[in-house]
């Protein structure tokens, strides 16, 4: 059970939004009023009492998770519990419920003032409607949700993901957690930790009791800036590093902690670090604070509020105003040598690396990539280059590099060879999905929307939408994907969309392939790998490179996963143009891959990892 409230200062267009929907209709009120004009003016009367108020507003979301059912008996009593609960019986309040969405929710607005005039306290309110909703878990047997301020790993704030869409910079918070992560992925010791986290750029300052015998306390420090590993998580104290295999032993690690505490000693003293902390928290968003329950992106329809509404119709083609090139310009969109060239735009020192199949001897076999954690993260999440220290002038200087998550959506489909696309936006809580139908110009325009929705909670998912010569063989794992390669179908693009997970597009010719054809290839690709078939569709969406995965996150009930683009080199696949050639002359009937290449397959079976897996984007 969630809870979620925003604060707001008229009754009248919040009762409207939320009466006027369809499938919602009122089932408890302390009021006469059945429609919001009525309702509007009732709530006045009461906040006539206190003029001076200015958010005299408060609406509130409760909504049960998934595949939970109550009945209206059931939410007008867990209506009361949280009224009750958070002191709000003496007030006036509407709860209308809502089954317009695939979980059961209701709505409470109430009027913060009560009858006699007092204002009712929000103080630490975000904690106590937290344990309002888990004693409800527990008395009525619904799915328990752990306490946020006790999870293993603190989300991002609101002001932080605001600040990382305006800058493309992901917070200090965020870029930590993601190189703690990748620092205690199969680390055998705290030595170690603390090794991996120095070549990240990554100092740890440790607290030590009874002589060094115990480790008592962690905090980290990124470009300067300093924050605790209660800022972070749970998981990231000494205590969570210890679940994780992370553990501190005096004999072994003292040497390391000693090395720590000496760096920070040089690096300067907490007070300096804390100065520093709280310039960066003022600039960045609040970083380093406790995550809020919500903010102005979640006191309306679909998470948005009126500001979202002119920014997302802003970014959307099929809205009656597009992105000018100045506001492009200003979001980062376009920078020098940025045009529709295949290779044209990127930098020219880099080619086209072939994809690390095969994992090196010095790393585990798991999937798992530790080749510098810290590039692989800001590489994704944002400009990278010219990196400069935590603070008002490094954050602004470092705001104009490369935009790295739009380079590698521009690879992408650099790569395709595609000039029209289907885009698909789905709400992975909710399980609502937007379409739309951009060129590959007006893709590039949306991409800070894209990003915007994604970091909302959105997956992007992409398909051509063009005739075209390309299929999409997905959810392989590293050791199917060297299958795909022998059998002379070398991807025109490979994206690693989740830990050892991945998808490939295939060119199987410049010029476009009929259906027919691609499906005969794709289906007898997919034979030969030992596939499911739940993957054979023709047209399929798959993600966009740069942006989050947030279906394998809910899968797998871990962070979110960063869509990789591993190769890019655009080029037809060697068997490509045979396949095609030998299904024309057969009129679309499949037929076998080349004897050389059959042979190759003619081992034990091997599957993709996650072939059976329910998809985001490519269902």
Same mark, same amino acid.
């Given at each position: ?271 300096? $670090? !804390?100065?520093? *902390?709280?310039?960066?928290? &003022?600039?960045?968003? @609040? %970083?380093?604070?406790?995550?809020? +329950?919500? =903010? ?98 490094? $954050? !602004?200087?470092? *705001?104009?590099?490369?935009? &790295?998550?739009?380079? @590698? %959506?521009?690879?992408?489909?650099? +790569?395709? =060879? ?99 054809? !691609? ?6 690709? &997919? ?93």
């Amino acid at each position: 059970m969630i809870a979620k409230a925003v604060k707001g200062t008229g009754f009248r267009g919040v009762l409207q939004y939320d009466l006027e929907k369809d499938q919602s209709r009122i089932i408890d009120t302390n009021m006469e009023g059945r429609n919001a004009r009525d309702l509007a003016a009732e709530f006045g009367e009461i906040r006539k009492l206190r003029p001076g108020l200015g958010k005299a507003v408060l609406h509130v979301s409760l909504s049960a998770a998934p595949g939970e059912h109550l009945d209206d008996t059931q939410w007008t009593q867990i209506a009361h519990r949280y009224l009750n609960g958070m002191g709000l019986d003496q007030n006036q309040y509407v709860a209308t419920r809502h089954v317009d969405t695939d979980h059961e929710h209701i709505h409470l607005i109430v009027n913060r003032i009560q009858f006699n005039g007092d204002v009712t306290s929000d103080s630490h309110d975000y904690r106590r409607q937290q344990l309002i909703m888990r004693e409800v878990e527990r008395d009525m047997g619904l799915r328990q949700v752990a306490l946020s301020f006790q999870a293993e790993r603190h989300a991002a704030t609101r002001g932080e993901i605001e600040e990382g869409l305006r800058t493309g910079i992901p917070s200090t918070r965020q870029q930590l957690q993601q190189l703690c992560d990748a620092a205690a992925r199969g680390c055998p010791s705290f030595t170690e930790y603390a090794s991996r986290l120095e070549a990240a750029g990554v100092d740890l300052l440790p607290v030590t009791q009874l002589e060094g015998s115990k480790l008592s306390g962690l905090s980290y420090r990124l470009d300067g800036v300093m924050m605790k590993g209660s800022d972070l998580g749970k998981r990231y104290s000494p205590a969570g590093l210890s679940k994780l295999g992370v553990g501190y032993v005096k004999e072994r690690d003292l040497e390391a902690v000693s090395r720590s505490i000496e760096r920070s000693a040089i690096g300067g003293n907490g007070a300096a $670090d !804390r100065s520093i *902390a709280e310039g960066a928290h &003022r600039e960045r968003g @609040a %970083i380093g604070g406790d995550a809020r +329950a919500v =903010g102005a992106i979640d006191g309306r329809a679909g998470g948005r509020d009126d500001r979202d509404t002119v920014d997302n119709r802003a970014a959307q083609p099929s809205a009656r105003r597009t992105i000018s090139e100045r506001d492009a310009s200003r979001d980062g969109v376009f920078g020098e040598g940025f045009d529709d060239g295949a290779h044209r735009g990127r930098p020219p020192s880099r080619g086209e690396p072939e994809i690390d199949l095969e994992p090196p001897s010095d790393r585990a076999g798991d999937g798992s990539d530790e080749r510098d954690p810290r590039e692989r993260i800001l590489a994704l999440a944002g400009p990278a280059d010219n990196q400069q220290p935590g603070g008002r002038g490094g $954050d !602004r200087a470092s *705001a104009k590099a490369r935009d &790295r998550s739009l380079e @590698a %959506i521009e690879r992408q489909i650099a +790569a395709m =060879g595609i000039e029209h696309f289907d885009v698909r936006i789905t709400n992975v809580a909710r399980g609502t999905r937007m379409e739309r139908n951009w060129s590959r110009q007006e893709l590039r325009r949306s991409v800070p929307w894209l990003k915007r929705m994604n970091a909302l909670g959105h997956d992007i998912g992409l398909r051509p939408s063009d005739p075209h010569g390309l299929i999409l063989i997905s959810n392989l794992d590293r050791a199917t994907l060297v299958k795909v390669r022998a059998l002379g179908l070398s991807p025109a693009v490979t994206l690693e969309t989740s830990p050892n997970e991945y998808d490939a597009w295939i060119k199987l010719s410049d010029t476009p392939v009929t259906d027919n054809i !691609r499906a005969a290839i794709l289906a007898g690709a &997919r034979r030969h790998l030992k596939l499911c078939e739940t993957g054979s569709d023709i047209n399929p969406y798959g993600y966009l490179a740069g942006l989050t995965n947030h279906t394998a996150a809910l899968r797998d009930r871990g962070p979110s996963r960063f869509v990789i683009a591993r190769t890019a080199g655009g080029a037809v696949a060697e068997s490509g143009k045979k396949l095609v050639d030998a299904l024309e002359v057969s009129n679309g009937r499949p037929v076998a891959p080349p004897a050389q290449e059959r042979n190759k397959l003619n081992e034990p079976q091997i599957t993709g990892r996650t072939a059976q897996r329910e998809r985001g984007p490519s269902r």
